[in-house]
């Protein structure tokens, strides 16, 4: 028989809890959640609460509380949401400073306790957190991905179900590039299943969305003081499943680039294919001019955060 999988939950926050919830519900292994030592009672308590909640909905998974590293070995995926959130007003560059020694800090214990993981980093600045965890860790980079594009693509189908009056599980949206107000949604990839969307939403319409798309992270943290973090665990949850399932799923997701789209030596959103060995595959998809200039810009806000990043002492 077959062992049950482990996963490894890194910041049992917000995101943390949801994931919790999502791994536990969707049976996919036993489930760590771990934190700070300050955190740690904190974090048992939340798995104690999650771990009854299957008496009433009828799953049966381990959920442990932990900040020891060691109660983590072996895990077969680790999702890290260490670090802290965004403030109103407040960018997801300027977490740098707080967050790059706790990604540093993730990253050495995930070496020695966890080495043959896959690993889905969602702290932000998210390009720049998942480039240093690989680095850190020097990790295979197919097993070292970012999550950024299913969330941002899921909020692009949203805002386009509600515009179109159309079931948003119809809506199929991809959006690119670096985590940030420069994200670049592609339009040849965007239809309302198979039809082209331009065929449901007007031009200036459509440039609303997308740039409300693009601040739809900035409208959460404005009205509720803190990210959002039911469909980023959601978004990781689909990421996480895709390998323990193997299913070579399509999805967005940030990637070490060597060459693709043009560009190389960093992590950016692209389309990948995820399956049981990982980034099996990052799909390169033909871009308009425009899409091309939105992605130059995108890849050079990236480019310039993962070099401060490296510079971080
Ligand atoms: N990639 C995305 O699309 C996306 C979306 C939303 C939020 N985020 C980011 O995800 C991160 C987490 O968000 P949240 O709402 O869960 O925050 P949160 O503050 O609720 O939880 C973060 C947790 O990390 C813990 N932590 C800090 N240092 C740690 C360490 N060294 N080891 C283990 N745990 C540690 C904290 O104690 C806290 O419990 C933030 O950086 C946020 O900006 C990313």
Known sequence: MSQRKKIALIGAGNIGGELANLCAQRELGDVLLFDIPAKADFAKGKALDLEQNGAVLGYDVSIKGTSEWKDCAGADVIIVTAGVPRKPGQSRDDLVAINVPIIRAVADGAKEHCPNAFVIVISNPLDAMVYEFQRRTGFPREKVVGMAGVLDSARFSLFLARETGMNVKDIRAMVLGGHGDDMVPILGATTVNGVPVSKFVAKEKLDAIIART????????????????????????????????????????????????????????????????????????????????????????????????????
């Open 214 to 313: 693009r601040t739809g992270g900035g409208e959460i943290v404005k009205l509720m003081g803190t990210s959002a973090y039911y469909a980023p665990a959601s978004s990781a949850v689909a990421m996480a499943e895709a390998y323990l399932r193997d299913e070579k799923r399509l999805l967005p997701a940030a990637a070490y680039l060597t060459g693709q789209y043009g560009y190389k030596d960093f992590y950016m959103g692209v389309p990948v294919v995820i399956g049981g060995k990982g980034v099996e595959k990052i799909i390169e998809l033909e871009l308009s001019d425009d899409e091309k200039a939105m992605l130059a810009k995108s890849a050079k806000s990236v480019s310039e955060i993962v070099e401060v990043v490296k510079k971080f002492a």
